[in-house]
């Protein structure tokens, strides 16, 4: 089924229907409607699938998704105009142009922590780019999934866009096929196997993966607003967030005063029992919740530490000095979990941060401008923010991806429209004047052609 699916979509490409600007915005505004009118559809599948609060969906799927669509229907006569640029002297007289064309059959990989999100904003980008499109939700959602596909139905042609739903198997089948560009957003290890089989046919990937994120705390840091913008950005969706600061590092003389802020910014969030609150979420299944229920073994929650298997219930928790080869602090937690290390010296801070493959993101809090600055020129990592967490997802001027292990190519706003879009640079020769310099014989011309070079 999944070759035939792709050649119907090799097929239609071919026609140059998914060309027309005009035909591209039709559908994404059809889309648009589609997506405000199931608005709460869309909710409360993700308030089946994981116990999503409905602000937390708003805010962080639906509105983020509603957002990025009005842009990209507003902003995509400019985008996919040919663009002109500077020629280069050499080639006087000319003018050069940049010609932005999809790849075509288009294949988007989805994880579960945010399943609507991460699968719709690829999949509008790179219908705006005039691809063809095969999406897979994650299976661990499948009210979302489900929803998904009823969605893409109602508005797309099955051999432009088709949802195809289900597991491990299901995705082995789709990377088997030659598709023109693959994006995938989910953990590092299947990020590999994802890289692995686009190599066999050279295509072309964006990778968006996870990783070990540092939080930085230094001895300037305003600790009750850290305190308040840490719990938000952690607990969010129960900490099963590719950017949530993974661990903090704090300096030993704010230690004390975080704790006491975090404790009194947990309540004020959360109440005093977190597992009563309509506004915290719960873990995907069970093999997530033994994970991160293994990381509290042995350790000093100063904060949290309850479970409950039956309802996948990890509370906001708190670790305090975990040992570096703890389980907490071996790969990324990805769950309501923040171990706090302190450090005297900036030294030991690097040796930390280093000891980690780059991170997808990296946080500094402090009020000390130039050296939060120096900081962050300092370590690799996808992105980030000083003074605050997470918040850098929500501007689309700002490319949104990872570095090294954390990921490869970034989208969002008009990064997304480029990520689908081969750039063609065109040279346009005028006719009027032909300098002779460069056709044989070259008899004599090198040293007129050095004095040239040089002067450029
Ligand atoms: P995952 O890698 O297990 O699954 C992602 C997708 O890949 C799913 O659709 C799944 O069906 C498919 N898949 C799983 N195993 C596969 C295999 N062996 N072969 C082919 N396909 C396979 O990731 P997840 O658990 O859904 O998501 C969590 C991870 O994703 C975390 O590491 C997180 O940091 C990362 N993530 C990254 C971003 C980002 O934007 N960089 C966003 C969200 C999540």
């Given at each position: 089924?999944?070759?035939?699916?792709?050649?119907?979509?090799?097929?239609?490409?071919?026609?140059?229907?998914?060309?027309?600007?005009?035909?591209?915005?039709?559908?994404?505004?059809?889309?648009?409607?589609?997506?405000?009118?199931?608005?709460?559809?869309?909710?409360?599948?993700?308030?089946?699938?994981?116990?999503?609060?409905?602000?937390?969906?708003?805010?962080?799927?639906?509105?983020?998704?509603?957002?990025?669509?009005?842009?990209?229907?507003?902003?995509?006569?400019?985008?996919?105009?040919?663009?002109?640029?500077?020629?280069?002297?050499?080639?006087?007289?000319?003018?050069?142009?940049?010609?932005?064309?999809?790849?075509?059959?288009?294949?988007?990989?989805?994880?579960?922590?945010?399943?609507?999100?991460?699968?719709?904003?690829?999949?509008?980008?790179?219908?705006?780019?005039?691809?063809?499109?095969?999406?897979?939700?994650?299976?661990?959602?499948?009210?979302?999934?489900?929803?998904?596909?009823?969605?893409?139905?109602?508005?797309?042609?099955?051999?432009?866009?088709?949802?195809?739903?289900?597991?491990?198997?299901?995705?082995?089948?789709?990377?088997?096929?030659?598709?023109?560009?693959?994006?995938?957003?989910?953990?590092?290890?299947?990020?590999?196997?994802?890289?692995k089989a686009a190599a066999v046919n050279l295509t072309p990937t964006t990778l968006e993966l996870g990783g070990k994120n540092p939080c930085i705390i230094d001895d300037t840091a305003n600790i009750k607003l850290?305190?308040?913008?840490?719990?938000?950005?952690?607990?969010?969706?129960?900490?099963?967030?590719?950017?949530?600061?993974?661990?903090?590092?704090?300096?030993?003389?704010?230690?004390?005063?975080?704790?006491?802020?975090?404790?009194?910014?947990?309540?004020?969030?959360?109440?005093?029992?977190?597992?009563?609150?309509?506004?915290?979420?719960?873990?995907?299944?069970?093999?997530?919740?033994?994970?991160?229920?293994?990381?509290?073994?042995?350790?000093?929650?100063?904060?949290?530490?309850?479970?409950?298997?039956?309802?996948?219930?990890?509370?906001?928790?708190?670790?305090?000095?975990?040992?570096?080869?703890?389980?907490?602090?071996?790969?990324?937690?990805?769950?309501?979990?923040?171990?706090?290390?302190s450090y005297q010296n900036d030294s030991k801070l690097e040796t930390i941060i280093l000891s980690y493959n780059k991170p997808l993101s990296l946080y500094v809090f402090g009020s000390n401008s130039a050296k939060?600055?120096?900081?962050?020129?300092?370590?690799?990592?996808?992105?980030?923010?000083?003074?605050?967490?997470?918040?850098?997802?929500?501007?689309?001027?700002?490319?949104?991806?990872?570095?090294?292990?954390?990921?490869?190519?970034?989208?969002?706003?008009?990064?997304?429209?480029?990520?689908?879009?081969?750039?063609?640079?065109?040279?346009?020769?005028?006719?009027?004047?032909?300098?002779?310099?460069?056709?044989?014989?070259?008899?004599?011309?090198?040293?007129?052609?050095?004095?040239?070079?040089?002067?450029?």
């Amino acid at each position: 089924m999944i070759p035939e699916l792709l050649n119907d979509q090799k097929s239609y490409f071919k026609t140059g229907q998914t060309l027309s600007i005009t035909h591209r915005k039709t559908l994404l505004k059809a889309l648009l409607n589609q997506l405000v009118a199931r608005e709460q559809d869309i909710t409360d599948a993700l308030y089946n699938d994981f116990k999503k609060p409905e602000f937390e969906s708003v805010l962080t799927e639906t509105a983020i998704v509603i957002q990025d669509l009005k842009h990209t229907i507003k902003k995509l006569n400019k985008w996919a105009k040919p663009k002109r640029v500077c020629p280069a002297l050499l080639n006087f007289p000319s003018s050069d142009y940049l010609y932005a064309e999809p790849y075509g059959s288009v294949l988007v990989i989805a994880p579960w922590n945010y399943p609507y999100q991460l699968a719709i904003a690829p999949l509008v980008g790179a219908i705006a780019a005039g691809n063809t499109v095969v999406l897979k939700p994650s299976e661990l959602t499948p009210h979302t999934s489900a929803l998904i596909s009823d969605i893409i139905k109602t508005v797309f042609k099955p051999e432009h866009v088709t949802v195809v739903e289900g597991g491990v198997d299901t995705s082995t089948k789709l990377l088997e096929q030659h598709w023109d560009y693959i994006f995938f957003t989910g953990s590092v290890n299947v990020g590999k196997i994802v890289a692995k089989a686009a190599a066999v046919n050279l295509t072309p990937t964006t990778l968006e993966l996870g990783g070990k994120n540092p939080c930085i705390i230094d001895d300037t840091a305003n600790i009750k607003l850290a305190a308040k913008r840490i719990i938000w950005g952690k607990f969010v969706n129960a900490g099963q967030t590719c950017i949530a600061p993974d661990y903090i590092l704090i300096h030993h003389s704010k230690k004390d005063a975080f704790y006491k802020a975090m404790k009194h910014e947990v309540e004020l969030a959360y109440s005093t029992t977190p597992q009563q609150s309509k506004d915290f979420a719960r873990i995907i299944n069970l093999k997530n919740f033994e994970r991160l229920s293994k990381m509290l073994t042995n350790q000093n929650c100063i904060i949290g530490g309850q479970t409950d298997a039956d309802t996948l219930y990890i509370a906001p928790t708190v670790i305090d000095n975990p040992t570096l080869d703890s389980e907490v602090m071996k790969d990324e937690i990805f769950g309501p979990i923040l171990p706090v290390i302190s450090y005297q010296n900036d030294s030991k801070l690097e040796t930390i941060i280093l000891s980690y493959n780059k991170p997808l993101s990296l946080y500094v809090f402090g009020s000390n401008s130039a050296k939060a600055k120096q900081l962050i020129q300092k370590f690799s990592f996808g992105g980030g923010c000083i003074n605050d967490t997470i918040v850098h997802f929500a501007n689309h001027r700002l490319p949104f991806g990872g570095v090294g292990n954390s990921g490869l190519g970034a989208y969002h706003g008009h990064y997304t429209f480029d990520t689908f879009s081969h750039k063609k640079g065109v040279v346009k020769k005028a006719n009027w004047l032909d300098i002779p310099v460069r056709y044989a014989p070259y008899n004599g011309k090198l040293d007129l052609v050095r004095k040239v070079l040089n002067w450029l």
